[in-house]
């Protein structure tokens, strides 16, 4: 059971627009991977990013992913509604952490121009699901994003960004890319995930084995996330719990 994914909704306060996104590719996929190993500096290593890579390379390449990717399909259209919500078009936008295109397949051309889709993983942008609007894969780290300051009019996430190590790099360089009063809509995946089975593990090793270890992977406490996003520069958050998706 899904118990706390987060959804928010951001603006980015005005600055000076210095670098046009003039010449950023073509429709080929191309790379702006941070050698893969590296860190951001400071940043605790907490997931391996290689074996991070190979998973998502794997899970691309598996027959009928709709059998297990219904989620990110789920979280993708709600990510779309917020979009259609906000009452203004997107020449250029960008998703972090893409996939397949779980995003970019919901939405039309009339409300986004052109979608540039980020991902760590070479087979899932292989593989990315139809859309009606022009795309450019990239294959780029969440954290290390290979574009020019006042780049993109939106920029979007669903599901990726709980897996970084640094997630305050990740929102700065998020931030960074987005034009003045440009929108960021992200999801991940809240504190209180998986809670009852964090607690089931725990309570079950430390009765047989006298202590535990973590089984589940951390994720970042709603005030967490507030705090984080404004000292990356945002400002005007909604952040929306949902409490579970059926």
Known sequence: ???QARL???WRRPLVARVPAANLGGREVASGVFPLGNTSPGALNIFDRNLKRKQKNWAAQQPEPMKFDYL?????NRIADRIYDISRDFTLALDVGCGRGYIAQHLNK?????????????????NSLETEIPTVSVLADEEFLPFRENTFDL??????LHWVNDLPRALEQIHYVLKPNGVFVGAMFGGDTLYEL???LQLAETERE???SPHIS???AVNDLGHLLGRAGFNTLTVVTIKRIK
Do not use: H, Y
């Open 1 to 3: 059971m899904l118990r």
């Open 8 to 10: 928010w909704r951001l």
């Open 72 to 76: 990110r399909e789920e979280v993708g």
């Open 110 to 126: 009339e409300t986004v121009g052109k979608f540039f889709q980020t991902d760590i993983a070479e087979n899932a942008l292989k």
């Open 155 to 160: 920029v979007v996430s669903s599901l990726s």
């Open 198 to 200: 964090r607690c089931s």
């Open 210 to 212: 006298g202590g535990f």
């Open 218 to 220: 951390p994720f970042t």
